[in-house]
């Protein structure tokens, strides 16, 4: 059974930060990438950032709106990825979610939700 749990979100005031985790399980952690993705209310889901997770596959990836603020990492051993969040903005508040990054068999979590106050 796939299992995505994501914690660490929460309410922040502009310029804060949070820290997300994913714990993952159920499919080939490591067979490509891993990502984080948010889904603004009235807005599409969007990729936020993407992290190698295979032993020949060693890149980050990070959506224009969120470069030099987030960092993406990730544990192989445990199958954690974490979402550093920096200098958040009231335009990041969104429910977050993990995921394979790819992601073609379209595996969800429930999320965690991020609320950013100006």
């Known amino acids: 059974e796939v299992q995505l749990v994501e914690s660490g979100g929460g309410l922040v005031q502009a310029g804060g930060s949070l820290r997300l985790s994913c714990a993952a399980s159920?499919?080939?952690?490591?067979?490509?990438?891993m990502g984080w993705y948010r889904q603004a209310p009235g807005k599409e889901r969007e990729a936020v950032a993407c992290i190698g997770t295979s032993p020949t596959e060693s890149f980050t990836h990070y959506a224009d709106a969120v470069k030099d603020r987030f960092t993406i990492s990730s544990d192989n051993a445990k199958n954690m990825v974490y979402l550093q969040m920096n200098n958040l903005r009231p335009g990041d508040t969104a429910i977050y979610y993990c995921?394979?990054?790819?992601?073609?068999?379209?595996?969800w979590g429930q999320g965690t939700q991020v609320t950013v106050s100006s």
């Open positions: 995921a394979p990054c790819p992601n073609p068999y379209n595996y």
């Open positions: 159920g499919f080939g952690f490591d067979d490509y990438g």
